[in-house]
């Protein structure tokens, strides 16, 4: 439930105690990723998010939203500091979303894959596509520095495998516009930097269509598949494991269950014994909110859609961090 306390040591504890149960169950974390320094950073990243009112995420999101994002990301191995990863908020839960670096990091995860990547295809630039064994490949490619500001195409992205086979994913600029569209998070931002959202939108296709083939941990791939589907409004938010590993969340979750209820029965506590005192004040305090709120209406339906258009898409930074720059 939002306007819970949510305590930093008690849940980063806790999902760190979690993900050494699910690493004894097979889970493989990268060798040199520090979940304890992910976290860390992922706490930092989270106390700077507002919703689309500007207020803290913190205030708004539930225990359990958070929960399930900070699993999320340390399943995926991603990290906030290295600009893989980010946190939005979505009515009253935090979501965790991946960057074009992070769905690299990702996916360069999988046993099998060497190498994966974006381009993106300028009017003017030569471009052809080609089969091999009835499968799509990029026969030609030859970008002009010439064509970097005229208009998008398309754009393809490339798996490399491990045997040196390349798979190709190749999305029209047509294509493209429909996935933007169906974003929860559709707006300006498409317009303002559509190469980068290009390159993200046909890598995360490609890394979903090789991951739905692949024999690696269910884990991993559900919480892959997961983090991408949460950006779309016709895919239903579910719990970031698989059916055999869903009771090690709903341990967690179970636990910080616990420890709210016993907040929550203290606060009650509390609260019975300076109610009898304090129904005066309230009965005023009632009369006087419900003024502030009719002024408010009255001064807010005068802002008409300038105020709307204003609160759309808000969240920390940059939402492509401005590191998805491949430039940089």
């Keep these: 439930m939002a306007n819970e306390v949510i305590n930093q040591k008690d849940i980063t504890d806790q999902v760190s105690s979690r993900i050494k149960g699910l690493e004894q169950d097979g889970l493989q974390l990268p060798a040199n990723y520090n979940a304890n320094n992910a976290l860390k950073a992922a706490w930092f990243t989270i106390q700077k998010v507002q919703d689309k009112n500007?207020?803290?995420?913190?205030?708004?999101v539930t225990r359990e939203s958070?929960?399930?994002?900070?699993?999320?990301?340390?399943?995926?191995?991603?990290?906030?500091?290295?600009?893989?990863?980010?946190?939005?908020?979505?009515?009253?839960?935090?979501?965790?979303?991946?960057?074009?670096?992070g769905t690299q990091a990702a996916v360069k995860r999988l046993t099998n894959v060497d190498d994966i990547w974006a381009e993106v295809i300028h009017e003017d630039d030569?471009?052809?596509?080609?089969?091999?064994?009835?499968?799509?490949?990029?026969a030609e490619f030859k970008p002009k520095f010439a064509n970097q500001d005229k208009p998008l195409i398309g754009a393809f992205a490339v798996v490399k495998k491990t045997d040196g086979e390349q798979?190709?994913?190749?999305?029209?600029?047509?294509?493209?516009?429909?996935?933007?569209?169906h974003r929860q998070n559709h707006g300006d931002v498409?317009?303002?930097?559509?190469?980068?959202?290009?390159?993200?939108?046909?890598?995360?296709?490609?890394?979903?269509?090789?991951?739905?083939?692949?024999?690696?941990?269910?884990?991993?791939v559900e919480s892959i598949n997961d983090t991408t589907s949460d950006e779309y409004d016709n895919d239903?938010?579910?719990?970031?494991?698989?059916?055999?590993?869903?009771k090690d969340t709903q341990d967690l979750l179970n636990g910080f269950q616990d420890s709210s209820q016993s907040q929550q029965?203290?606060?009650?506590s509390q609260a019975s014994q300076s109610a009898s005192t304090s129904a005066n004040s309230v009965e005023t305090s009632v009369s006087t909110a419900e003024d502030i709120i009719n002024d408010y209406e009255q001064s807010q339906s005068s802002k008409g859609d300038e105020?709307?258009?204003k609160e759309k898409d808000v969240h920390q930074g940059d939402i492509f961090n401005q590191a998805d720059n491949p430039h940089k």
């Design 190 to 220: 498409q317009k303002e930097f559509p190469q980068e959202m290009a390159k993200r939108t046909v890598i995360n296709r490609a890394a979903k269509n090789f991951l739905n083939t692949s024999d690696d941990s269910d884990l991993l």
């Design 54 to 60: 500007r207020r803290p995420a913190l205030e708004v």
């Design 126 to 138: 030569t471009f052809e596509i080609g089969a091999d064994h009835g499968r799509t490949v990029v």
């Design 66 to 101: 958070v929960a399930n994002s900070l699993l999320n990301m340390v399943t995926q191995g991603l990290s906030p500091a290295k600009t893989q990863a980010y946190f939005i908020v979505r009515g009253n839960e935090l979501q965790l979303q991946r960057s074009y670096f």
């Design 236 to 246: 239903k938010r579910k719990d970031i494991t698989p059916a055999k590993e869903s």
């Design 167 to 181: 798979v190709y994913t190749v999305m029209t600029k047509a294509e493209i516009e429909q996935a933007w569209s």
């Design 307 to 309: 105020t709307v258009d």
């Design 265 to 268: 029965s203290l606060v009650v």
